[in-house]
């Protein structure tokens, strides 16, 4: 049967900065508690729509597979934070890129959206559906982040990375794969005000409503007995002894969530890549983020077994046993660039706090 090969892979991180010490003029918190609690030191705001991050790391991601934009069928943007629910945001990636010969379709699964894809674009290769993906994770969810509340303010940050996956007749790729979902909980993490359900009337008068709400600790649990199971199960699934994962590649939320996933994997933490404090919780961008910098820093060998594992709003998870292609080096690279950016981060964020109140000193 073909396989499907991670052949390309880039990021997209908006330049301005917004750090745990910005963060005290916001809202009652410190640095001490937010590293603590969560392992992040900052996160970046964009200046920028998602599909403009999306279409960046994804130039980035074709040139490292050394292919163009008219080689794809598929343009897969995972986000729940799209420019606009129509058209989608791949739609306008694939537009960006020139992918004339693509389809594009975005795809909702929270925090878990690009393993989703991921998955779903592995699949769809080996069966033959297609020869070349374009799969994308890219958010802009500090649009939808309050910054009064302090349980939210401090976890998310803005971001895009990007994978192309190609049809191989070289051994690997996807050896194990879950996804889940329990709709019932759906209300522990949410933006109530921000779908067809809303009274817009209603949200006049009460924009906190399109925040996202969360309660904390009830996702912290669940997110650490998700991410656990499906990582066990998916290296089961790929015949692999928990001794033989070269590479955890897990969403990043909370180093306390990333450090109980390695334990059920009795992984040490040498074998786990982490980049939260940089940049928070991207959501669906995390991953392929972090996949693209554990490759830039030479973590990655050829053959490489690798378990991606997620979870978020839904609640959703997913996981994946990966086994990586032989080539670990880009063929090529871009110099193109986001557009510049003035002012500072309080000024970036100046309309979120028209629209949800707060500001710096408030
Ligand atoms: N700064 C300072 N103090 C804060 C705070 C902040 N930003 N947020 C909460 N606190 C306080 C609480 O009010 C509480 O105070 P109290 O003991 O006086 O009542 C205390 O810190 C502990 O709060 P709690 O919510 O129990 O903390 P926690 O250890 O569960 O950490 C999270 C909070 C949000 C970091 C943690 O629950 C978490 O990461 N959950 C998962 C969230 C997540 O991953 N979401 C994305 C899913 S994709």
């Known amino acids: 049967m073909t396989n499907s090969s991670i052949t390309g892979w880039g990021k997209c991180l908006p330049p ?7 963060l005290e003029a916001l809202v009652d918190t410190n640095d001490d508690w937010i590293t603590s609690r969560t392992g992040i030191k900052e996160r970046r705001i964009s200046h920028v729509g998602t599909s ?11 040139a490292a597979a050394g292919i163009s934009a008219a080689d794809v069928d598929l343009v897969n943007v995972a986000t729940c934070t799209p420019d606009t629910l129509i058209p989608s945001a791949a739609s306008l990636v694939q537009n960006n890129l020139g992918a004339s010969n693509a389809g594009a379709v975005d795809q909702n699964a929270a925090c878990s959206g690009f393993l989703y894809s991921l998955i779903m674009a592995c699949g769809m290769v ?8 374009l799969v994308i994770g890219a958010e802009r969810l500090t649009y939808f982040i309050d910054f009064t509340d302090r349980g939210t303010a401090v976890l998310f940050g803005d971001g895009a990375g990007a994978v192309v996956v190609q049809a191989t007749d070289e051994p690997g790729g996807l050896k194990g794969s879950e996804m889940g979902s329990d709709g019932s909980v759906a209300d522990i993490l949410w933006s109530p005000g921000s779908g067809t359900a809303t009274n817009r009337v209603e949200l006049e008068s009460d924009h906190k409503r399109m925040a996202v709400s969360m309660n904390g600790p009830e996702v912290f649990k669940r997110a650490v007995k998700a991410m656990g199971d499906a990582s066990t199960r998916v290296v089961d699934q ?16 909370n180093t ?76 090529g690279e871009t110099d193109e660039e986001l557009p510049p950016t003035e002012g500072d981060v309080m000024s970036l964020l100046a309309e979120n706090f028209a629209y949800f109140g707060g500001g710096p000193n408030q």
């Open 16 to 22: 301005t900065v917004l750090t745990n010490h910005d």
């Open 52 to 62: 403009e991050l999306a279409t960046l790391a994804g130039k980035r991601a074709l």
């Open 126 to 133: 080996e069966a033959g559906v297609i020869e070349t993906a």
């Open 238 to 253: 790929a015949g692999w002894a928990l001794d033989e994962v070269d590479i955890l590649i897990p969403h990043q939320a």
């Open 256 to 331: 306390r969530i990333i450090d109980a996933t390695a334990r059920r994997l009795q992984l040490d933490s040498s074998k786990v890549f982490v980049n939260i404090a940089s940049y928070g919780n991207t959501s669906a961008a995390t991953i392929p983020i972090a996949l693209t910098e554990a490759l830039e820093a030479g973590r990655i060998e050829p053959g490489a077994k690798i378990v991606f594992a997620a979870f978020g709003g839904g609640l959703s998870w997913a996981a994946a046993a990966y086994e990586f292609g032989s080539r670990v080096e880009p063929l």
